[in-house]
C-alpha cells in the first residue's frame, strides 16, 4: 500500500512540474507598455521574486493608472534599477495560470526594457 501512495506522489509532483513548466513557457499575449517606472522590489517571504510597478499617465494632471509587473531576467532588473523615475518602454509577456507565487505575484513578465523618449 505504501508504494501505491508513492507512486501517486511521485506522479502528482510530475505533473505539477509539467504544468508549471507550459505555464511558464506558454505566452498566451505579448505587448509592450510605456510609462513612468515607479518602483522596482525584491519580495517575497519564501520566494524572493522582482516586483515592478509603471504608472500610465493617460491624461496629464489626471491620476496614472498602475500597473504592476514581474521581471526573472537578473539583466533587465539591473537596467531597470537604473531607470526608476524614468519614463521607459516595457515589453512583457502575459503567463496565465501560473500555480504558484514563488515565479512573480502578476502574470505579467518584462524580458526587455528601454528608455522612451518624451
Same mark, same amino acid.
Given at each position: 500500500?505504501?508504494?501505491?501512495?508513492?507512486?501517486?506522489?511521485?506522479?502528482?509532483? *510530475?505533473?505539477?512540474?509539467?504544468?508549471?513548466?507550459? #505555464?511558464?513557457?506558454?505566452?498566451?499575449?505579448?505587448?509592450?507598455?510605456?510609462? #513612468?517606472?515607479?518602483?522596482?522590489?525584491?519580495?517575497?517571504?519564501?520566494?524572493? #521574486? +522582482?516586483?515592478?510597478?509603471?504608472?500610465?499617465? *493617460? *491624461?496629464?494632471?489626471?491620476?496614472?493608472?498602475?500597473?504592476?509587473? #514581474? =521581471?526573472? +531576467?537578473?539583466? =533587465?532588473? =539591473?537596467?531597470?534599477?537604473?531607470? =526608476?523615475?524614468?519614463?521607459?518602454?516595457?515589453?512583457?509577456?502575459?503567463?496565465?495560470?501560473?500555480?504558484?507565487?514563488?515565479?512573480?505575484?502578476?502574470?505579467?513578465? *518584462?524580458?526587455?526594457?528601454?528608455?522612451?523618449?518624451?
Amino acid at each position: 500500500m505504501k508504494k501505491m501512495w508513492w507512486k501517486v506522489l511521485v506522479v502528482l509532483v *510530475i505533473l505539477f512540474s509539467a504544468y508549471s513548466w507550459f #505555464t511558464l513557457w506558454w505566452s498566451y499575449s505579448d505587448g509592450e507598455r510605456v510609462g #513612468t517606472l515607479q518602483k522596482m522590489a525584491r519580495k517575497g517571504w519564501l520566494c524572493k #521574486t +522582482n516586483e515592478g510597478e509603471l504608472a500610465l499617465y *493617460i *491624461i496629464p494632471g489626471v491620476a496614472p493608472q498602475l500597473w504592476y509587473f #514581474t =521581471v526573472r +531576467n537578473d539583466a =533587465v532588473v =539591473v537596467q531597470l534599477d537604473e531607470l =526608476v523615475g524614468k519614463r521607459v518602454r516595457l515589453h512583457y509577456s502575459e503567463h496565465r495560470g501560473v500555480p504558484s507565487s514563488c515565479f512573480g505575484d502578476t502574470r505579467y513578465f *518584462i524580458d526587455s526594457v528601454s528608455e522612451a523618449p518624451l
